[in-house]
């Protein structure tokens, strides 16, 4: 179905100062460790402003890692509501073909609201230690770890958590995630290209790999401002957004981050608690910022490992810039704010020398590695017509990828890249390879004079595999 456009407004008319969010491109972009991909920023249920960083687009799905939690708990809620699923119930009653083999009495105590708040009783992620007890089956390898704690009682960020939710879930309705959310969600949301990693086949890992354009992030956002109601029809229980986004479990002292972080505030049913408003969030920057005090939903796709300075930029510069009231004669800051979103880019490689190299080579891992996983095992540079391209080899597989020099080359087949770079020196080879429905950048420097090369991510992927993973999966 094609989408319904969201309601569009400018930022003074909903009483936005667009030099906040002027501001806030600044700080993001004079980030040296924050390299943003999208912004989208709703008040008082209008769209007052949207960009992407060229070659990022607003129509391509992007990989939202842990943000899919939050599509995962919308999910669940619909199940408790269709009665096919019981918060309340424990979770080994959904796995009775594991009854025999489960016999810690934790394990056995665990209840679906204890995997929904991540509260599994676990101190630690149990994910590694899940997959090397049952591959096949993670559910099975996660009740087979006896909890630390009576379940609960305290927080773990536990992947296998999320995805025995998602699991049961699945299980109950027959359907993938995807498949259930279609015609419950995405839908009546006007939510289009939606796609899940999945692990074994059929079933969608719940806590990770959905991909999904910027504006489904800010359409679900949205729905749970909204107290679960779409354009007049209520897609979601009242009384589910209101258990979700409160604090079931304590988090502070149990995450990495410092003491006031975002990450220490207390977590609900897949979504995060904030120092304002909740959220879901996803691995290296990709946000769900809902903040009810100012009726607004703020949406970010990003590759950083700097997320606390990401958020630090939302609550420093937009949030000051939501006024009470719509603001008059602001034209000409509206006017050039859109100016400014209309021409986002990320800055290409400068490449423009004439290499000593005339004809093609084949380099290889400096050192006889390659520190980028998955292992590049050579690049080939060859020229043709007068034109660069560049060739990623790993084992058998083979991308082939054009070098334009200082701007980007966007690709779709076989896989969507943006390739940017050429010669920065006589001898030097320098290449930034965007994963377009990733948040990940590999960047290769060649030396045809030593015949090797390096590599290595700006963010690394979390989901094992070659090149030809990094994107959506589609049949």
Sequence with gaps: MSARPLPVSTPAEQGVDAHGIQAFVDAVEAAPEIEPHSLMILRHGRLVASGWWAPYTADRPHLLYSLSKSFTSTAAGLAVAEGLVDLDAPVISYFPEFEAEITDPRSRAMLVR???SMASGHLDETWTEALALD???PVRGFLLIPPDRDPGTVFAYNQP???TLAAIVQRQSGQSLTEYLRPRLLDPLGIGEAAWVQHPRGRDMGFTGLHAATDAVARLGLLYLQDGVWEGRRLLPSSWVAEATRTHIATAGRTPE?????WQQGYGFQFWMARHGYRGDGAYGQFCVVLPEHDAVIATTAATERMQQLLDAVWNHLLP????????????????LQHRLDRLALPPVTADREPALRSGIRLTPEG???PAQPT?????????DGTWRLTLVEGDDRLVLPLPGS???VEEDPLPTATSGGWTTQDTLSADVLFLETPHRLTITGTPATGTFTAHWHTTPLHAGPLSRQRAPRA
């Design 114 to 116: 204890h995997v929904a």
């Design 368 to 370: 006889g590695h390659c």
């Design 258 to 262: 410092g003491a006031g972080s975002d």
């Design 161 to 163: 958590a999320t995805y």
């Design 407 to 409: 701007t980007w080359a």
């Design 135 to 137: 591959r096949a089956e």
């Design 321 to 336: 810039a939501f006024g009470p009231a719509p603001l008059t004669d602001r034209d000409d800051e509206d006017k050039a």
């Design 376 to 384: 590049l095992t050579a690049v080939e540079v060859t020229r043709e």
